[in-house]
């Protein structure tokens, strides 16, 4: 059953999922997790541009053209809300379906030339982790590793930046070279998912686990990893379950398992949960029953 | 003949989502219609599963129950604490998996793929025809007329209402009108107005023509009424233009229906007079020179 | 007759208590401050009496009736910030909304609303920037804009969501006198205010407030340190500032 291949692929599922996690972590926390959606869109015409040049589907060529077309966007984002009344929602959508759209021209243009039509870049749509050759996985992982490396590098000063930007610029933080560097990982981290899930489930892996996180604490701390573990077991499982059935695209079963595990912590977390706060509003309420009674008396 | 279906398909989806559209960016909600032209697809796949059939109006209903399902999917996990960008993540992302694990695992054989509903088959439109009242013409122009005169209606009737529950809820809500009912016919709408296109443009050019020709029409207009018409004329142009670049480069029609869109607004964004982000950068540095001229 | 009468209200978010066992009977035709310290939940106050927030306990009459928005006899100004001052429209627009509630559903502003609607432009000073954008209009103006959309809904009870807020010398000024023409009127108007130095000039009645009612009933009556001291938890600084300068005017 474990055969090689799946090994690898399970193994750059999983790390995936922790950089996606801890990544998305603070996407979420600046309220930015659907420009990680208009981003992964965005990656399509680039996909299919470096193909148009270098006429190879070589996965470090092709992700440095996703990864330009999706910088491209979230800066284009900036730059629209931040030169015009239009606010953040009609920004990121604009970008998203228009980026993609051209995607999707040039990609019928890359179909109709002769080998293009066996690019397999169609795949990058939905995802295909469980057929991905050992060369992408190896590419994939050591991204993700990287992603991970980076976030713990830098996590006390994006903690400051993303909570309080004024007071970190007081004490002497770079904060917009921050910025910038906490976008590229975000683009660098869907550009390495996207050969696996997909573009379009993409920005769940950055959305979910770290919705879901929340839900269990207050700390940062804990909800990075919490985020993270969510996002490994999500990319495990999803693995796994989508290599029973030929056919299973590997994407939506990762998101179907993170959306279980966002169902779980929003009912069930002790924190924040859904049934832990109706029982404390409760309790609350009972209290203060009691303290109006005695206050009766 | 066949050009022409096409086109006035083009331009039906042009108009109804460029209406739709003008409320979306108004309300601030235009990626919660990202979220719906997503969540349809689950609709359309259950609706199916259900009936076993393909038929319009079974797409149309199962769509509309997907789109109220987001709409308020959106609203709970809101209400439970959970940012808004954020819980639109979860839900139609979530949705979209659920809706693309059904058909793999119910429809494989059904003519319902992934990539028609992503990219939509407009060149085929002219072939799928209805005949009502004796009158033939394609499924899709029968759909979106029929669904542009639900949207005219609603803005018949409730325009003044609409209009004062996005620009000040909270008086609305002290005047007595029922703000929520309006959110949810409203999202009702665009969810027929998104399955009705789609199945013509895919789900992407819908995003693109609900949001694109209204946010270009937002920089445009001073006025709701002037921005509706505005936004009605940018999506027309922008299907015309895109089919035709799309014939003489042999590429995707609603792909380039959306490029079309893009262009459109990035002509409007750089060089509208006294706005424009050209004409604005153009006066700083002319105000720049004046000041140190002034200084010198 | 009572314009406002609140019984046992009590309002609260989840575990925090905003208002607690909120009692008032406020007669017609006096133009009242509703004054407390940041938090103290006066925004919170009105939403509850416009019946704006689900979990609230405790009944509210207006005119000695249940709050009913089809009566009309209730206008509103909320705060200027709560509106997305790029939406496209002008500013008679905006005061047109104010006649909605008499027009009613599905029905069009005839002649006569668009004439009350510019009449009302005009009694803020504002009938020069009718056809102008709103986006263009500076802070004070657009509160004189939802001013004039309240006197547009031809109410007999005003209430109003820090109206001075962000406000020129001028407008604050053209504001007071519209509010005391509304009193001359027999109209009963409430304000959250949270400057101390000119609530006693401005207001003849007080409603001070922290959560819950410290004090409520005439200025002279209620708007003593004692009572203020109160409300602001010993936080009150100023105090002194705001008693010189009442003893200068």
Redesign the interface.
């Given at each position: 059953m474990l055969t090689g291949n799946l090994l690898w692929v399970l193994v750059g599922a999983i790390l995936l999922g922790i950089a996606a996690g801890l990544n998305g972590t603070f996407a979420f926390l600046q309220k930015q997790s659907l420009v990680g959606d208009a981003a992964a869109h965005a990656a399509l015409p680039g996909i299919a541009i470096a193909y148009l040049i270098f006429q190879q589907k070589d996965l470090p060529i092709l992700m440095l053209g996703a990864a330009i077309t999706s910088a491209l966007a979230v800066y284009m984002i900036q730059w629209i809300v931040g030169h015009s009344k239009l606010k953040a929602d009609a920004a990121i959508g604009f970008v998203l379906s228009v980026f993609f759209g051209i995607g999707i021209v040039l990609l019928t243009i890359v179909n109709q030339t002769g080998a293009g039509n066996q690019s397999g870049l169609n795949d990058f749509i939905f995802g295909k982790a469980a057929t991905m050759a050992k060369s992408d996985l190896v590419w994939l992982s050591s991204s993700a590793l990287l992603i991970i490396l980076m976030c713990l590098l830098f996590f006390k000063e994006w903690k400051l930046m993303i909570f309080d930007p004024v007071f970190a610029k007081g004490i002497g933080l770079p904060v917009e070279r921050l910025r910038v560097l906490l976008t590229a990982l975000t683009v660098l981290t869907i550009v390495t998912g996207i050969q696996a899930v997909g573009i379009i489930l993409m920005s769940a892996m950055l959305i979910i686990p770290a919705a879901a996180a929340r839900f269990w604490s207050n700390h940062l701390g804990i909800i990075l990893v919490t985020s993270a573990f969510f996002g490994a077991l999500s990319g495990a499982l999803g693995t796994i379950v989508s290599s029973f059935r030929t056919g299973l695209s590997t994407g939506p079963i990762i998101v179907l398992c993170a959306a279980s595990l966002f169902l779980i912590s929003y009912f069930f977390a002790p924190t924040r949960g859904l049934i832990s706060k109706s029982l404390k509003k409760k309790a609350f309420k009972q209290r203060n029953v009691a303290k109006e009674a005695t206050n009766h008396e | 003949m066949n050009e022409f279906w096409v086109l006035l398909t083009g331009s039906l989806v042009g108009i109804t989502c460029g209406l739709t559209g003008v409320f979306l960016i108004l309300r601030k909600t235009a990626m919660i219609a990202d979220a719906i032209s997503h969540t349809v697809l689950f609709g359309i796949v259950v609706a199916f599963m259900i009936t076993q059939s393909l038929s319009g109006y079974w797409m149309l209903i199962g769509a509309a129950i997907a789109g109220l399902l987001t709409t308020f999917l959106v609203q709970v996990l809101q209400s439970g604490g959970l940012q808004e960008d954020a819980a639109i993540g979860v839900v139609f992302t979530s949705l979209f998996a659920l809706g693309v694990l059904f058909i793999t695992l119910f429809a494989g054989n059904v003519h319902l793929d992934v990539e028609h509903v992503l990219m939509g088959e407009i060149a085929f439109v002219p072939w799928d025809t209805w005949d009502v009242f004796g009158f033939s013409m394609p499924k899709a122009v029968w759909m979106l007329l029929f669904v542009l005169l639900l949207n005219v209606l609603f803005l018949v009737f409730f325009y003044k209402e609409i209009k004062l529950s996005t620009f000040d809820p909270v008086f609305a809500l002290s005047i007595g009108l029922p703000i929520l009912a309006m959110h949810y016919s409203y999202m009702t709408l665009v969810s027929l107005t998104t399955v009705a296109a789609f199945d013509s443009v895919g789900a992407v050019l819908v995003v693109a023509m609900l949001i694109g020709p209204a946010a270009t029409a937002y920089l445009m207009s001073k006025s709701v009424s002037g921005m509706i018409v505005w936004s009605m004329t940018f999506g027309v142009t922008a299907a015309i233009t895109g089919y035709y670049l799309a014939k003489l480069w042999n590429t995707s029609i609603a792909g380039m229906m959306a490029a079309m869109i893009g262009v459109i607004f990035m002509l409007v964004f750089l060089f509208k007079p006294h706005d424009g982000w050209i004409w604005k950068t153009f006066k700083r540095m002319k105000l720049q020179k004046t000041n140190i001229q002034a200084n010198s | 007759m009572n314009a406002l009468q609140v019984k046992n209200l009590s309002v609260a978010y989840?575990?925090k208590?905003v208002l607690k066992n909120v009692n008032l009977a406020i007669p017609v035709g006096r133009l009242t401050g509703i004054i407390g310290p940041n938090g103290a939940g006066k925004s919170t106050l009105i939403?509850a009496i416009?019946n704006?927030l689900p979990n609230k306990s405790g009944a509210v009459h207006i005119l000695e009736r249940p709050l009913n928005?089809?009566d009309?006899t209730?206008g509103?100004v909320?705060q200027r910030n709560?509106?997305?001052w790029?939406?496209?429209?002008?500013a008679l627009?905006?005061v047109l909304?104010g006649r909605?509630?008499h027009?009613g559903?599905?029905k069009?502003?005839s002649t006569k609303d668009k004439q009350i609607a510019m009449d009302c432009l005009k009694n803020v000073g504002m009938e020069t920037f009718a056809d102008r954008?709103i986006?263009q209009l500076s802070g004070g103006q657009q509160q004189r804009v939802f001013l004039a959309?309240a006197l547009a809904?031809e109410a007999e009870v005003y209430f109003m969501d820090e109206p001075f807020v962000g406000v020129d010398a001028a407008t604050e000024r053209t504001i007071i006198a519209i509010l005391k023409d509304l009193k001359a009127k027999g109209k009963s108007v409430f304000v959250v205010h949270h400057d101390l130095q000119t609530a006693s000039d401005y207001f003849d009645w007080m409603i001070l407030l922290n959560q819950t009612i410290t004090a409520s009933g005439p200025t002279e009556l209620t708007f003593t340190e004692d009572n203020l001291q109160e409300a602001y938890g010993g936080k009150l600084f100023f105090m002194d500032q705001a008693k010189s300068n009442k003893t200068f005017n």
């Open positions: - | - | 989840e575990e208590v939403k416009l704006q928005s089809k009309h209730v509103y909320p709560a509106v997305d790029d939406f496209p429209t002008n627009d905006v909304m909605y509630g027009i559903m599905i069009k502003p954008s986006g959309r809904q």
